[in-house]
T-cell receptor, first 113, second 121 residues
Framework: SQKIEQNSEALNIQEGKTATLTCNYT??????LQWYRQDPGRGPVFLLL?????KEKRKERLKVTFDTTLKQSLFHITASQPADSATYLC????????????FGKGTHLIIQP | GAVVSQHPSRVICKSGTSVKIECRSL??????MFWYRQFPKKSLMLMAT?????????EQGVEKDKFLINHASLTLSTLTVTSAHPEDSSFYIC?????????????????FGPGTRLLVL
């Protein structure tokens, strides 16, 4: 069966360090992978999308890698700040946006001052 | 730009009543809207895909007669939870996929609403 796993339910990182979150999937061939941020009681907010033919994508302090051989994406936040504390979700779409997304369970990131 | 709103933000109702949740794309036309629900500490689960002017496509295990979806225009989709029961209590979130492209925002991305918290007593 298809599965998306985000390796940690919770991750505590000291302010200023780099936070690295992992998303692994099985039995999928995604056209692309997306990362979202979700704050408590709110809807997800889009952060980055990376396509199957891309290795890396950056946006300000965020970096995403995508390894279709390992079936894994890594999400990095550099120079982390307490305001980065939130739940981060990875999501897959195998049909080019025509269908809804399949989400991982999320990783709750806590940046400690 | 690309704001999606939901109304109401939270609702409490008695068991057996019906509840309607609205999802609106405020500044763009949404070719497709999606409905998700999220239980506490769980992932978002896709319930159905809603295309303007046609019947919604439901995911396996989601009862179409229980969760009625109407997508009457390119900016509005509604989800009606009929004969709600306590087990329907959840966080319901809609998203919209816009037609056309936006710089730095791939066409495939979805814009999510703020969610509606439903509590059925």
């Amino acid at each position: 069966s298809q599965k998306i796993e985000q390796n940690s339910e919770a991750l505590n990182i000291q302010e200023g360090k780099t936070a690295t979150l992992t998303c692994n999937y099985t039995n999928y061939s995604p056209a692309y992978l997306q990362w979202y941020r979700q704050d408590p009681g709110r809807g997800p907010v889009f952060l980055l999308l990376i396509r199957e033919n891309e290795k890396e994508k950056r946006k300000e302090r965020l970096k995403v890698t995508f390894d279709t051989t390992l079936k894994q994406s890594l999400f990095h936040i550099t120079a982390s700040q307490p305001a980065d504390s939130a739940t981060y979700l990875c999501a897959l779409d195998t049909k080019g946006g025509a269908d809804g997304l399949t989400f991982g369970k999320g990783t709750h990131l806590i940046i400690q001052p | 730009g690309a704001v999606v709103s939901q109304h109401p933000s939270r609702v409490i109702c008695k068991s057996g009543t019906s509840v309607k949740i609205e999802c609106r794309s405020l500044d763009f036309q949404a070719t497709t809207m999606f409905w998700y629900r999220q239980f506490p500490k769980k992932s978002l689960m896709l319930m159905a895909t809603s295309n303007e002017g046609s019947k919604a496509t439901y995911e396996q295990g989601v009862e179409k007669d229980k969760f009625l979806i109407n997508h009457a225009s390119l900016t509005l989709s509604t989800l009606t939870v009929t004969s709600a029961h306590p087990e329907d209590s959840s966080f319901y979130i809609c998203s919209a996929r816009r037609g056309g492209t936006v710089p730095e925002r791939p066409q495939e991305t979805q814009y999510f609403g703020p969610g509606t918290r439903l509590l059925v007593l």
